[in-house]
């Protein structure tokens, strides 16, 4: 089981990130989630979503997901474009079982843009 | 104590080059209230600078439904009294995370600058080489300066330079619901934009009170796409349905289950969904008025969008310029810019509705009137002391005393619609 990605379902509200955040520092920040939103590409409207597992990333594009392992990320070029602390060093998602709760992630987003399989 | 805010007052003296830090104490919490009320002790406390304070509600940036919203205050070119114009999308959130509770710029740079907001830093940057640029252009440079396509860029273009009357200043490329002309007020002062990036973080004084409060109302709230529940409300025509041809897809502020924001892409096929098409597909429009103005001016819906956009390029209020430019409907694409550019800010704001209010005083019509007057005025003092879109608590019906039962946990404040109502006394 693991926190798949619905891309075009997505609407960018970032409630993931921020709920993610809060699993790991029970603080609101954009920098310490497993999930990503990428939105670096803002004038072409083009956004998706990223989850770093122990293994390795779970990308949501809009054209069509993938998984990718760490090890192969720099040479695809998938950590997340912009982002002050990139996904590749962050906490990998412990679908917040370290919580005891449901992955927040999924349980905040509005859309259904993610989900668990 | 926690209070939900990270860093101090910033004071910017645009007269002499220099910067100053305030701690925002949890007295101004308490007394003035926060947000927009805190926000307007400052604008008071800084008169004589005639300052443009920035800043953010309580419980932007979190897990607060529609949490998005920050502030720009000022006295208004076009009524003379202070206004407030939203920081929506992104701005109002990185503005919560920049390390700054509020800021405050005073006075007037003797060259165009920009204010590089960031971890608790403020650097004044020559911005020479961006005067007279557009707002994209601005958003463009100042992204690639910093390398980081994340920063949201407050910026005024040609028509704040110049003083126009429709001048409102732009957040990122997609215009913003300044209808104040604070726009021009940054053109005045030669601040060419206010670059933000929040890394910082919010701590609550209950946290997972706060959090599982946010959880409940978000779980209760509608999640919808479109301008359709605002133009049914206000008993205008379904502009979703007039721009359906064009749309690519629906992107919500920070926090927000409502997706209002409506992508539109007129330069390459809007079923396009990958990113190798061309660099500048089309628009985001971020509020329904201006496209109303233009589909009741008979205006067709592509060029009615360029319209749309050249009036986020030059930086000028996108619903007085579509209502000044209804009238004459435009197709070739050097027309519609030349018309833009002419335009003189001869129309007041305002919703092409039956049910459309007087928007007289601090709030303009960005808010769609989806109540009676008095409930309208509430629903924006709130969202603006709370950080909550205030067309949010409209549309979705809300229990506005719910979120205010968020603010003890948040930050251990007691707030009601009566306390609020003495804020703004």
């Known amino acids: ?117 | 104590m926690d209070t939900m805010y990270y860093g101090d007052i910033l004071v910017v003296d645009l007269d002499s080059g220099k910067t100053g830090q305030v701690e925002f104490e949890r007295q101004m919490l308490e007394q003035s209230g926060p947000g927009l009320a805190s926000g307007m002790a400052l604008l008071r406390e800084h008169v004589e600078g005639e300052p443009l304070v920035l800043g953010s509600g309580l419980l932007t940036g979190t897990t607060a439904p529609a949490s998005c919203l920050g502030f720009a205050l000022g006295a208004s070119p076009v009524t003379g009294e202070p206004a407030v114009a939203p920081l929506s999308q992104y701005a109002g959130s990185e503005m919560k995370l920049s390390g700054f509770s509020m800021v405050v710029i005073k006075g007037k740079s003797a060259k165009p600058v920009y204010l590089w907001l960031h971890d608790g830093v403020a650097d004044i940057v020559d911005a020479s080489k961006l005067a007279g640029k557009d707002t994209w252009e601005t958003t463009d440079a100042i992204r690639s300066d910093m390398g980081e396509h994340l920063i949201q860029v407050i910026s005024t273009g040609p028509a704040g330079e110049s003083g126009s009357r429709l001048a409102s200043f732009s957040i990122n490329y997609w215009g913003s619901g300044d209808t104040a002309g604070l726009g021009a007020v940054m053109g005045e002062k030669n601040l060419k934009a206010v670059a933000l990036r929040g890394l910082g973080m919010l701590d609550a004084e209950e946290p997972l009170e706060f959090y599982h409060g946010t959880l409940e109302l978000l779980s209760g709230s509608p999640a919808e796409k479109g301008f359709k529940a605002t133009c049914a409300a206000v008993k205008a025509y379904d502009i979703d349905g007039w721009l359906k041809p064009l749309v690519h897809r629906y992107r919500s502020c920070f926090a927000c289950p409502h997706a209002c924001n409506t992508f539109v892409k007129y330069n390459e096929d809007h079923g396009v969904i990958d990113s190798t098409g061309v660099e500048e597909p089309g628009l985001l429009i971020t509020g329904a008025a201006a496209p109303l103005w233009l589909q009741r001016g008979g205006w067709e819906v592509e060029p009615a969008c360029r319209a749309l956009e050249a009036l986020c390029r030059e930086g000028m209020d996108v619903v007085r310029g579509a209502r000044e430019l209804a009238g004459t409907p435009l197709n070739d694409a050097a027309e519609i810019r030349a018309a833009v550019k002419g335009l003189g800010g001869t129309e007041d704001a305002g919703w092409p509705a039956d049910n459309d209010i007087s928007y007289t005083g601090l709030f303009g019509p960005w808010v769609p009137p989806l109540s009676e007057e008095d409930g309208w005025v509430e629903a924006n003092r709130a969202g603006y002391v709370l950080g909550i879109c205030p067309a949010y608590i409209l549309l979705s019906g809300i229990d506005v005393s719910r979120l205010f039962e968020l603010c003890s946990p948040a930050a251990g404040i007691e707030l009601d619609a009566g306390r609020i109502a003495e804020m703004f006394a």
């Open chain 1, 1 to 117: 089981m693991r926190v798949k990605v619905k891309p075009l379902s997505c609407t960018g509200c970032a409630l993931c990130e921020t709920a993610c955040g809060f699993h790991w520092d029970e603080a609101f920040s954009l920098i310490s989630s497993s999930i990503l939103l990428y939105r670096a590409e803002e004038k072409k409207n083009y956004m998706g979503v990223i989850v770093k597992t122990d293994e390795d990333l779970f990308i949501g594009r809009p054209e069509g997901a993938q998984e990718l392992k760490l090890g192969e990320v720099h040479k695809q070029g998938a950590g997340g474009g912009a982002s002050a602390k990139p996904i590749l060093i962050r906490e990998a998602c412990d679908m917040c079982e370290s919580a005891g709760v449901e992955p927040q992630c999924v349980a905040i987003c509005p859309h259904g843009a993610l989900y668990l399989e």
